[in-house]
């Protein structure tokens, strides 16, 4: 926030008291905002009306910046305490208000586009997330497939060379061909 002269009546404010003295003027006739800043903000005297537009023009020029400040802060400040889904959602739905409400009370889409471009950075950021996370299931899914498609073969593989085995037992005659069709049976799964 760039300096006020010393001798301004807004000079004792502190940025803090500045910016809800703002939100006030906004909201009520100056003359109201004065009073309330005589009573609750502590000034000495009620500034007149020249000088408190004045100073109101001069706090709508320093707004911009004031709002890029307190974005970055709220969205470093969210980045800080979790990287979830549900705060980005959070960012993207705040970036967007805000460049609707500085679009429509300054007329001026141009303006609130950096609030736009933010929004959609971050909603761009998230469906590559998204898309990650899918592509990453999708190549999990493939390879329990084809574990499972490794493990039938093996298993196929295992029961005909177990009937191999009986097939040149029987032919060797070490054992009964009567009993040769019921093992192999058994090995394919026909009977238990």
Known sequence: MSKLRTDSWAAALTEEQSWQLYAKA????WQDAAAWAVKELGLVR??????FYKWLDWMRGEESAHRLSQAA???AEAAALAKTQAKDDALIGAYKAMAAELALRTGS????QKFVEMAASLADRQL???ELDLKARSQETRDA???LAR?????????LERVAEIADAAR??????????????RILGRKK
């Not at 009620?46 to 000088?51: D, L, V």
Request: overall charge positive.
């Open 145 to 147: 497939q084809l574990k």
């Open 26 to 29: 906004r909201r009520c006739d």
């Open 73 to 75: 802060t709220a969205a």
């Open 128 to 130: 590559k997330a998204a």
């Open 109 to 112: 889409a141009k303006e609130a």
């Open 46 to 51: 009620m500034p007149g009306r020249s000088a």
């Open 172 to 185: 060797g005659g070490k054992v009964d061909p009567a009993k040769v069709a019921d093992e192999i049976d």
């Open 151 to 159: 493990e039938k073969f093996e298993a196929a593989e295992r029961r």
